[in-house]
Every structure is written in C-alpha cells, then in structure tokens.
Nanobody, 115 residues
Framework: QVELVESGGGVVQPGGSLTLSCQAS???????MTWHRQAPGKQRELVAG???????IYDRAVKGRFTVFRDNVKNTLSLQMNDLKPEDTAVYYC??????????WGQGTQVTVSS
C-alpha cells in the first residue's frame, strides 16, 4: 500500500504559476508516475507522465507550459505550472502505477485560475 499526498494547489490569476507536489509514503524509484486532473462535469484526464529516468510526456493542452519532475530519493513528484489559464481549473491528482493492476491515487488538490 502506498499513500500519496498532494499539496500546492490554490487560486491564481490567469498567467500565473503554481507548483504542485506529491509525496509518496514509499519508494517511487523505477515506477511510472503521472498527474491527472478533473474539471467539474468532465472526466479525469492525463496531464503529464514521467518514468524513473525522467523522460516525460504531456497532454497537448499543457505542453510548453507545464513541467513534470521527480525526486527518486525524496519520493516526490512535482508539477510546475506556468502561464495558467482558466481552463486549467480542476482538481489535480497524483498517480503511481506499480503494475497494470496496481495503482494508487492521491486525494487531489484544487487549482483555480480566475481573475
């Protein structure tokens, strides 16, 4: 069992920045980790993913604005979000995948982009 705790959400004006963090209770070394988000009335969607080596993928909507990074020693996953837009408003979730049948989610952190 792995516990994931997100932090760093909040309210920010359009064009602003936030950094989200996800602290895992166990080792994340070698594991695929992702950030997802869910806006009201919409399905949860993948925002960014990163493998242990640091190679990352991004959803087209955030590429160039968001950066995902990890610390395999501190067991943290982070998401640097720049040039935030109102459409980025959502609850952001951290996910750790151990296998095709074993994955864990955090409780989520709210990001609101509004003037």
């Amino acid at each position: 069992q792995v516990e994931l705790v997100e932090s760093g959400g909040g309210v920010v004006q359009p064009g602003g920045s936030l950094t989200l963090s996800c602290q895992a209770s166990g080792s994340i070394a070698g594991l695929y980790m992702t950030w997802h988000r869910q806006a009201p009335g919409k399905q949860r969607e993948l925002v960014a993913g990163i493998i242990s080596s640091g190679s990352a993928i991004y959803d087209r909507a955030v590429k160039g604005r968001f950066t995902v990074f990890r610390d395999n020693v501190k067991n943290t996953l982070s998401l640097q979000m720049n040039d935030l837009k109102p459409e980025d408003t959502a609850v952001y979730y951290c996910n750790l995948q151990r296998s095709s049948t074993e994955q864990y989610w955090g409780q989520g952190t709210q990001v609101t982009v509004s003037s």
